[in-house]
């Protein structure tokens, strides 16, 4: 086919493209994951439209340039089977609003995946982008280490003094004890959600930095900055302490070695190896944690994620051909974990994970595309190391490529600023000084990746697709937004430079232009439709947390339903503020609207029970709340809840076999947060005397008492110690 002629618009929709591409990348990894998709789905919406509508330029420029995408072959078609997953499981899932929003970021990688290959083959597009990566990694690294030897001393002292109790002291128990850990942790969060996510993303651009670190050491100031950089984002790794990220970076220095051009001739065999000795080490640890299950270190920190991975595997036995939906893992977690396992969002384990949520189609698709992508790279290194030339050619004549990609960093560092969460830039010097470094370090990525043999760089970006592989084994990073796309991205741009630049397009211009077009028809009509309204509705909800009163907090949270009303948390804040305010009816229509919305969750049942119980329907609490145990019978809370529910009548025979129940359950847990306080304890006693028992009330009046004392002996800590005349009604119930 005769290629078209070129549209006079083609070179701004593709810097347009690049710009937009740049912009979602900033913005998807330097804020968490969790807080943004449970916090702020506006925000998460409006970056994850920022990569569709940024891939679409890209893809319409190709097509209107006359091109077609040059994806490796399969891969387009292994990218639609995917697309058509996700479509499937996002509607199988009940919480259908964290599903869809789930489905859209995945479905912005897979588009990645597809043109940041294309602008990888180019000289001026791969040195861009190779860049971000560089630029985003190595300030989070940054901003890792500026948290943990400044601001974290810092807060400890703070804390230690008194300081924050203002701060903190209104928040629920377990939102304490997340603070009082994250405080007394000597490890470094950065902008990630947890350590082990930065660790997996420094293991991803490790290899680069040490390979153009050596490859250019005798680059003054090139080289040696490079090997600062890497220093820099080790160090920030090790800091984590994280078991994952320990794998991450060693699978990712390993496979350097493996990927390197002067090993092809044993390569396949040596990668069979590598996997061997990796399933070594996992047998290693199995057989560490069956001898000493409760070990500190590996025996411990293995047996909670076994916990998770059973819990996983139960899931898919239940739903073992499209699985339960996506992301719908942290909905039936409760209802399949064991009593004594911690509380988790993510199984810890990309493939039990996918396998629970979407099935073993969902798992079979997710390896064939990987397995697409993984064969052509391997296959582009071989074919390089048999005597391929480069094909780099010239830059792609747009001479201002790199202007753009600076635009799009300075862009997502705005929408960070205005829409980011808890983990991202929190003062005007955060946002400062990534305004410099930011830029900065992506010039150094890009000049790297433009001066060291492409070769050497596609086998250092395939290495670090083995860090993110292996720290899937442990932890979730495909369910956090910016470590997925800085993964995607990898992939996409060490396959580029793997595949010589001259090679036939595997796409047609008309089906480029076709994706084009429906990309761009749905990141329009998101941004158009959709995101405006959630991002109001982000607005409201924390103006309703700064509130002055409850009128005032309510109206905020009502304005927030109507402009999103799928969201269930901010139906539960509203039910929450409207019981407070007496106004039962609205409370209970807002309970109901977030049960509705998330019929699978535990605490929405809980809330809509407490609220039924206070408005005087005892039947329907105890239903409600019975739902709540149903969905978590491993929860003290929900347990004692309803145990006090049914004290309320006393013709109920099962009162205090509730309560009782709700006690050893508490026993059982194995994470603080989740085990009764003095206070809930002491209530159960109330209720046991009321019952008329009271060996019962004495034995829980005994246990008050006992955790009043720990508390009060204990050196800060989440829970509260009793008021005095609570402490005085608690002794007086524990005397024979």
């Not at 977690?333 to 969002?345: G, I, T």
């Not at 955790?707 to 119930?733: K, M, N, S, T, W």
Request: hydrophobic letters at 55%; proline letters at 5%; one cysteine or more.
């Amino acid at each position: 086919m005769t290629d078209a002629a070129p549209s006079p618009l083609t070179p701004l929709i593709a810097r347009l493209g690049l710009l937009l591409l740049v912009a979602g990348l900033v913005t998807r990894a330097l804020t968490s994951g969790g807080g943004i998709e449970l916090l702020h789905p506006g925000a998460q919406l409006l970056f994850d439209a920022l990569v569709v509508c940024g891939a679409a330029a890209t893809l319409l420029g190709r097509g209107l340039a006359g091109r077609g995408l040059a994806a490796p072959p399969g891969a387009l078609a292994a990218a639609g089977v995917c697309a058509v997953v996700l479509l499937v499981a996002a509607a199988r899932a009940e919480h259908a609003d964290l599903a869809w929003r789930t489905a859209l970021s995945w479905t912005g990688l897979l588009l990645l995946l597809l043109v940041a290959h294309d602008l990888g083959r180019e000289r001026a597009g791969a040195r861009a982008l190779v860049g971000v990566v560089v630029g985003i990694v190595g300030c989070a690294a940054g901003l890792a280490l500026w948290q943990r030897l400044v601001e974290h001393p810092r807060l400890v002292a703070e804390y230690a003094a008194g300081a924050l109790e203002g701060d903190i002291g209104h928040l629920d128990v377990s939102y304490r004890q997340a603070l009082h850990e994250r405080i007394h942790s000597p490890e470094a969060a950065g902008p990630f959600l947890l350590p082990a996510l930065l660790a997996c993303a420094a293991g991803m651009v490790l290899p680069l930095l040490v390979t153009g670190a050596w490859h250019l050491r005798r680059r003054l100031p090139w080289g040696p900055a490079l090997g600062l950089l890497a220093l820099v984002v080790a160090a920030a790794a090790a800091q984590t302490q994280s078991k994952g990220g320990a794998l991450a970076v060693g699978a990712a220095l390993g496979a350097s070695l493996l990927l390197h051009p002067r090993v092809a001739p044993w390569r396949r065999r040596a990668l069979a190896g590598l996997a061997v000795a990796g399933g070594v080490v996992v047998l290693a640890g199995l057989v560490a944690w069956a001898r000493d299950p409760d070990a500190e270190g590996v025996g411990l920190s293995l047996a909670v994620r076994l916990e998770y991975w059973a819990a996983g595997l139960a899931i898919a036995r239940d739903h073992p051909l499209l699985g339960a939906g996506l992301n719908q893992f942290r909905e039936l977690y409760p209802a399949y974990k064991a009593v004594r396992a911690e509380e988790a969002l993510h199984a810890h384990n990309g493939v039990v994970q996918l396998l629970a949520e979407t099935g073993v189609v969902g798992l079979g698709a997710a390896l064939g595309l990987l397995g697409v992508w993984a064969r052509a790279g391997l296959r582009g290194l071989d074919a390089r190391d048999a005597g391929v030339e480069d094909g780099e050619g010239t830059a792609d004549g747009s001479g201002r490529t790199l202007e753009f990609t600076g635009a799009g960093l300075w862009l997502g560092l705005f929408l960070v600023a205005s829409f980011g969460d808890a983990y991202s830039l929190e003062t005007p010097g955060h946002l400062l000084a990534l305004t410099v470094a930011l830029p900065a370090l992506a010039a150094l990525g890009a000049w790297a990746a433009d001066r060291a043999p492409p070769r050497l760089v596609a086998g250092a970006l395939l290495a670090g697709v083995a860090a993110f592989l292996a720290d899937a084994l442990l932890d979730f990073g495909l369910h956090h937004a910016g470590t997925a796309t800085v993964a995607a991205l990898v992939l996409a741009l060490g396959v580029a430079r793997a595949t010589p630049r001259d090679g036939a397009a595997t796409v047609s211009r008309r089906v480029t232009l076709g994706l084009g077009l429906a990309a761009g028809g749905l990141g329009l009509a998101l941004l158009a439709l959709v995101v405006p309204r959630a991002l109001e509705a982000d607005q409201a909800r924390a103006r309703a947390d700064e509130a002055r009163d409850l009128d005032e907090a309510a109206a905020d949270l009502a304005a927030a339903t109507r402009a999103y009303p799928g969201h269930a948390r901010t139906w539960l804040a509203r039910a929450a503020v409207e019981a407070r305010r007496g106004r039962l009816e609205d409370a209970l229509r807002a309970a109901e609207a977030a049960v509705a919305r998330a019929p699978r969750s535990a605490s929405a049942w809980a809330d809509l029970g407490a609220i039924r119980l206070k408005a005087g329907d005892l039947p329907g609490a105890r239903a409600a709340l019975e739902e709540a145990v149903r969905r978590y019978p491993g929860d003290p809370g929900h347990r004692l809840a309803l145990g006090l529910a049914l004290a309320r009548d006393p013709a109920a025979p099962a009162a205090g076999e509730a309560l009782d129940a709700a006690l050893a359950a508490s026993d059982e847990v194995r994470q603080l947060a989740r085990r009764l306080t003095a206070e809930q304890v002491l209530s159960a006693a109330r209720a046991h005397a009321g019952l008329g028992d009271a060996a019962r009330a004495r034995e829980a009046a005994r246990r008050a008492v006992a955790l009043d004392d720990a508390v009060r002996a204990a050196e800060g800590g989440p829970h509260r110690p009793l008021p005095a005349a609570a402490r005085a009604e608690a002794e007086r119930l524990a005397r024979p």
